[in-house]
């Protein structure tokens, strides 16, 4: 078809990026309404990449800044809910893939915020996705790197102005992917907050059990430890008191159709303890399924 084997080759390189870079799903990009989900956190991400801000009297949290394209479209949703962008002062992520951590160079840039990332994902932050075990060859999964400020350790606290979060390193899908916890103050059935028959809810934002296709369980050479990581990662997720179930996609646990719920009118349409095991339940299965799999049994 083409006389020349390198204008062949050229305009295949060309058309095989576009068609991958044109892979991203339209909810990765659509707006979504941001909203509180309970006390000082709320939902500022879009239709799937999810996007949590915590709100303190000393600035604010921002956990994920998802894609290159993203941080506009997370400005307006803090924005939307009477917030500064300028108030993030620290950002953190789910784990280092660029759906979750691309817009970060700009978050930093523009906020000065302190990035704080979980010591295995730090090197891959900071090489911009170029020494990912899986991905350090796909230039459409690179991202602009960013220098982290802190290297945060399976177990650390991270606080700010009377909040905490605690980071759980639960590895596999990436070798630093951190599930973040907090407490927050469940809103009565009035829906105000600090009313009567108020309680402590759990809230879980889970970094991601998932199996990407393409990983190597068994035999693998850039991460030899994966299969135990993911091992290690649901005996932790099992044992995590979960009250609200979130993560870094809304499709993990349910965003559109839990959201509907609480426009309705049920305040606590985001508590959901039973969800969350079976969601870890099936993900283990699916986990157990590639691996035995893998195996050739
Ligand atoms: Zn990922």
């Not at 990983?215 to 030899?224: D, M």
Request: glycine share 8%; proline share 5%.
């Amino acid at each position: 078809m083409f006389k020349s084997p390198r204008l062949a080759a050229v305009l295949f390189c060309v058309i095989f990026t576009l068609s991958l870079s044109a892979q991203v799903p339209a909810d990765w990009t659509t707006p979504f309404p941001s909203f509180r989900i309970a006390g000082n956190l709320f939902y500022v991400g879009s239709g799937d990449l999810a996007s949590y801000l915590v709100v303190t009297p000393k600035g604010d949290i921002l956990i994920n800044s998802n894609l290159v394209s993203s941080p506009p479209l997370i400005r307006k949703s803090i924005e939307a809910l009477g917030f500064h962008f300028s108030d993030i002062k620290i950002l953190l992520i789910s784990h280092a893939h660029y759906d979750h951590c691309a817009g970060s160079a700009e978050i930093v840039r523009e906020t000065h915020a302190k990035y704080e990332v979980m010591a295995p994902d730090v090197f891959v932050v900071e090489s911009g996705g170029r020494t990912d075990f899986q991905y350090a060859r796909h230039k459409t999964m690179w991202f602009p790197p960013v220098h982290v400020d802190r290297v945060l350790h399976d177990g650390d606290k991270v606080s700010l102005g009377g909040t905490t979060l605690t980071a759980h390193l639960t590895a596999g899908h990436t070798k630093g992917t951190t599930t973040w916890t907090l407490d927050e103050q469940e809103f009565g059935s009035s829906g105000m907050e600090g009313a009567e028959g108020t309680r402590t809810l759990h809230v879980v934002i889970v970094g991601s059990p998932n199996v990407n296709p393409g990983y190597k369980l068994v035999h693998n050479k850039t991460y030899p430890q994966i299969a135990s990581d993911y091992r290690h990662e649901f005996e932790v997720l099992k044992n995590l008191p979960c009250d609200a179930f979130l993560g870094a996609h809304g499709m993990y646990f349910g965003l559109k159709e839990k959201y509907a719920r609480f426009k309705a009118g049920d305040r606590n349409a985001f508590i959901d303890p039973a969800g969350y095991r079976a969601y870890v339940a099936d993900r283990e299965q699916a986990f157990q399924a590639e691996f035995q799999r893998q195996l050739g049994k």
